[in-house]
């Protein structure tokens, strides 16, 4: 009886330890998902930011674009942040 027991927990414990393994690898998946998303943005921030100074001001760039001035704006501010963050960056390495 006692054998018995101990394979139905062990069954318990592996069943566990599968729906973890399968829990962490979803993590880790969206994890990356999210970083590559975030990279994209950033890209997408720079041509935005760059497509402002071609186009000469945001409602240009909006109308060329076909994006309305409220998203040029928030991808002038992730361009901004990106930009201010690098250089925190530098000047923290610059002062070690």
Known sequence: ??????????????????????????????????TKV???EVELALAVTEAVQ?????QSASEGLDMPVEAIRRFLGMAQDE??????????ADKT
């Open 83 to 92: 930009a201010s963050g690098a250089d925190n960056a530098v000047g923290t």
């Open 1 to 34: 009886m006692s054998v018995q027991s101990f394979d139905k927990n062990l069954s318990r414990k592996q069943r566990l330890q599968e729906k973890q393994r399968r829990q962490l690898a979803v993590v880790d998946t969206v994890d990356k998902a999210e």
């Open 54 to 58: 071609v186009f000469g001001d945001e």
């Open 38 to 40: 975030r990279k994209a």
